[in-house]
T-cell receptor
Framework: GENVEQHPSTLSVQEGDSAVIKCTYS??????FPWYKQELGKRPQLIID?????GEKKDQRIAVTLNKTAKHFSLHITETQPEDSAVYFC??????????FGAGTTVTVRA | GAGVSQSPSNKVTEKGKDVELRCDPI?????LYWYRQSLGQGLEFLIY????????KSGLPSDRFSAERTGGSVSTLTIQRTQQEDSAVYLC?????????????FGPGTRLTVT
């Protein structure tokens, strides 16, 4: 089955700086890669996703890149703000129903 | 509209007891998922429903775990003879489409503590 690894496990950045989280996946058939954000005590929420026919996608301060050859994808957050502090999960899926999640990255934005 | 709801929000039970966790998906969502999130860990897939059918139960950790869905809506996850390692947050999610490539909307979770 699919194995998704996520790094780093924790990330502390100064407000205004950028944050980058990287994930690798094992199943070359995977073609859908969502990112979920989970604030403390709250439910995970989708923040951005990318499909395998696209190499990069951007939504305001958030961008995701995908390298199918290397089987890795990354989340980039620019101009970080305190409300970006949360746990971020990457996930991968092929055409079936199952999302395989990474272990999560705890991002702390220092004021 | 209303999001995914789960009950109870917290459950403390003694080792060996059975527990039932409930999930109410968003109305009209045909797909429903159960995940387990242990402290500091990612989301572990447990089971998926398309309508009332569960095509894949391989994520269930043991035969003490079972789930059902009735009327294509409410789902219950049952854990029999609970063990301390069952302590975790159990999250339910639903999506409109058939398959993982539709956005999954998560419920608030049930925090299960087995003493």
């Amino acid at each position: 089955g699919e194995n998704v690894e996520q790094h780093p496990s924790t990330l502390s950045v100064q407000e205004g700086d950028s944050a980058v989280i990287k994930c690798t996946y094992s199943d070359s058939a995977s073609n859908y890669f969502p990112w979920y954000k989970q604030e403390l005590g709250k439910r995970p929420q989708l923040i951005i996703d990318i499909r395998s026919n696209v190499g990069e996608k951007k939504d305001q301060r958030i961008a995701v890149t995908l390298n199918k050859t290397a089987k890795h994808f990354s989340l980039h957050i620019t101009e970080t703000q305190p409300e970006d502090s949360a746990v971020y999960f990457c996930a991968a899926s092929n055409d079936d129903y199952k999302l395989s999640f990474g272990a999560g990255t705890t991002v702390t934005v220092r004021a | 509209g209303a999001g995914v709801s789960q009950s109870p929000s917290n459950k403390v039970t003694e080792k060996g007891k059975d527990v039932e966790l409930r999930c109410d998906p968003i109305s009209g969502h045909t797909a429903l998922y159960w995940y387990r999130q242990s402290l500091g860990q990612g989301l572990e897939f447990l089971i998926y429903f398309q309508g009332n059918s569960a095509p894949d139960k391989s994520g269930l950790p043991s035969d003490r775990f079972s789930a059902e869905r009735t009327g294509g809506s409410v789902s219950t996850l049952t854990i029999q003879r609970t063990q301390q390692e069952d302590s975790a947050v159990y999250l339910c999610a639903s999506s409109r489409s058939n398959g993982a490539q539709g956005e999954q909307y998560f419920g608030p979770g049930t925090r299960l503590t087995v003493t």
